[in-house]
């Protein structure tokens, strides 16, 4: 086959699969749920930041059991997600690296840890997190420009248990999680294909 007839082709088809989509989004444009939307979530009891964090505050060092913790969620015998922590997972958590010695910690932290098998932990990451694109639903759908929103939560709870009793909390987070992301492709769907093709075309 002539270089002339493959060029030739290519050219067709490239028009054919512009003009489909070109059709397609005509039929599309004015549908306000034509673009997607993500959700991830992790599993847990609570809905909220709030709800998380609620229930975190309630957990007192020195008084709170790890039994008192299954009322508050933080038990990973009955709620999913949480994991627990032996001894060694401890030190990684608060011993990072060789600079951090151990009398560094929390006296709370380095006596679990010198209890080694009596010292657990338990370690939790609710979080909900939403995104969608928005915006022109033709410039989106030929790739052109692309506008994502991002929401939703995130908390983190690492709960050290020495003998059965809490001796040690720390948390960490996120209340409102929130993001936009641009993206924009001047050739539209022309951006992924080669050189050769396009000046074909």
Do not use: H, K
């Given at each position: 086959m002539s270089s002339l007839a493959k060029h030739s082709i290519k050219k067709c088809a490239l028009f054919t699969a512009i003009l489909l989509s070109t059709t397609t989004l005509a039929?599309?444009?004015?549908?306000?749920?034509?673009?997607?939307?993500?959700?991830?979530?992790?599993?847990?009891?609570?809905?909220?930041?709030?709800?998380?964090?609620?229930d975190y505050e309630k957990i007192e060092p020195y008084v709170t059991t790890q039994s008192e913790l299954q009322e508050l969620g933080f038990d990973p015998y009955t709620q999913p997600n949480i994991h627990?922590?032996?001894?060694?997972?401890?030190?990684?958590?608060?011993?990072?690296?060789?600079?951090?010695k151990l009398e560094d910690l929390d006296d709370a932290v380095s006596f679990c840890i010198k209890s080694r098998s009596n010292c657990i932990a338990y370690e939790a990451q609710p979080q909900k997190s939403k995104s969608k694109r928005v915006g022109n639903v033709a410039l989106d759908l030929m790739t052109f420009k692309r506008r994502t929103l991002r929401s939703g939560w995130s908390f983190y709870a690492l709960i050290v248990i020495n003998d059965g009793i809490v001796v040690y909390k720390v948390w960490s987070g996120e209340p409102i999680v929130s993001g936009e992301k641009i993206r924009k492709n001047p050739l539209g769907p022309l951006q992924g294909l080669d050189a050769g093709t396009i000046k074909a075309f």
């Open positions: 039929l599309i444009t004015g549908c306000s749920n034509a673009l997607p939307r993500e959700e991830d979530n992790v599993r847990s009891r609570w809905d909220s930041f709030e709800e998380a964090m609620a627990i922590l032996s001894y060694l997972d401890v030190i990684q958590r608060f011993m990072p690296n060789q600079s951090i």
